[in-house]
Nanobody, 119 residues
Framework: QVQLVESGGELVQPGGSLRLSCAAS????????MSWYRQAPGKEREFVAF????????KYAEYVKGRFTISRDNAKNTVSLQMNSLKPEDTAVYYC????????????WGQGTQVTVSS
């Protein structure tokens, strides 16, 4: 059974930091590029960050560049998002996504974790 389970979301003050994690199971993690997306209330889901099957090829949305860092551990089947200098506009549900890049074209989504940036 395929599972992507996000964790680490919580209430944090502006300027603070959080580290989100996404634990993957049920598929060959090293064959999948991983991404983080977010969706704020009343808005479309938007791209945040992307990492290829190995570290060294990351991409970021302009609005998080320099503040967020995506990383992965293929030995532990996890992808993380380190978020620094958080702003109220970063408030959203954060989702991880797995996209198969070796041997197929499947993709999977997690259920999301809530991040709230507020004083």
């Amino acid at each position: 059974q395929v599972q992507l389970v996000e964790s680490g979301g919580e209430l944090v003050q502006p300027g603070g930091s959080l580290r989100l994690s996404c634990a993957a199971s049920g598929f060959r993690f090293s064959w999948y590029a991983m991404s983080w997306y977010r969706q704020a209330p009343g808005k479309e889901r938007e791209f945040v960050a992307f990492i290829q099957i190995r570290e060294g090829s990351e991409k970021y949305a302009e609005y998080v560049k320099g503040r967020f860092t995506i990383s992965r551990d293929n030995a532990k089947n996890t992808v993380s998002l380190q978020m620094n200098s958080l702003k109220p506009e970063d408030t959203a549900v954060y989702y991880c996504k797995a996209e198969q890049v070796v041997g197929g074209s499947r993709h999977y989504w997690g259920q999301g974790t809530q991040v709230t940036v507020s004083s």
